[in-house]
């Protein structure tokens, strides 16, 4: 029995190993040195976006914009001129068991669980994939 689990885990091991290597982000680099630069690349993620598959990268975190500083950028700007939009608020889960289903199902990145709810292995194996942060609150 203790072989067939370590068979098991071995191949488990290896496959989650493939998946994350899988889902390792990709950085797109962005040339933005004016307005009009800025405009072109809103219209094309626009563009993208009709891809479903590309959408849901950029929501998941698969697919992230590097912003690439031009050749001749002027040394004044030092700090970013646009701030990050403010974060979602966390999604409150109050189940007494939370599945695999339940992670699935959320478009969130925070998750917040009563103190008692209970979350089963397969569902935290789905939070970790889809880097959802799962916290557990005091009442």
């Known amino acids: 029995m203790s072989a067939l689990r370590d068979e098991i885990r071995a191949i488990l091991r290896e496959?989650?190993?493939?998946?994350?290597?899988?889902?390792?982000?990709?950085?797109?680099?962005?040339?933005?040195?004016?307005?009009n630069d800025l405009n072109r690349f809103a219209q094309e993620v626009l563009?993208?976006?009709?891809?479903?598959s590309f959408a849901a990268g950029v929501r998941d975190g698969r697919i992230r914009f590097s912003l690439v500083a031009p050749a001749a950028a002027p040394a004044t700007l030092s700090r970013p001129i646009v701030s990050s939009p403010p974060k979602p608020a966390a999604v409150v889960l109050d189940k007494k068991?939370?599945?695999?289903r339940d992670i699935a199902e959320l478009q969130t990145r925070h998750v917040r669980l009563s103190k008692h709810s209970r979350i089963t292995p397969l569902a935290?194996?789905?939070?970790?994939?889809?880097?959802?942060?799962?916290?557990r609150t005091a009442s």
């Open 47 to 52: 563009e993208r976006a009709q891809d479903p």
């Open 97 to 100: 068991l939370v599945t695999e």
């Open 124 to 135: 935290k194996d789905e939070a970790r994939r889809k880097g959802i942060r799962i916290e």
């Open 15 to 35: 496959e989650l190993t493939s998946l994350r290597a899988e889902m390792a982000p990709v950085a797109e680099p962005v040339h933005i040195a004016t307005s």
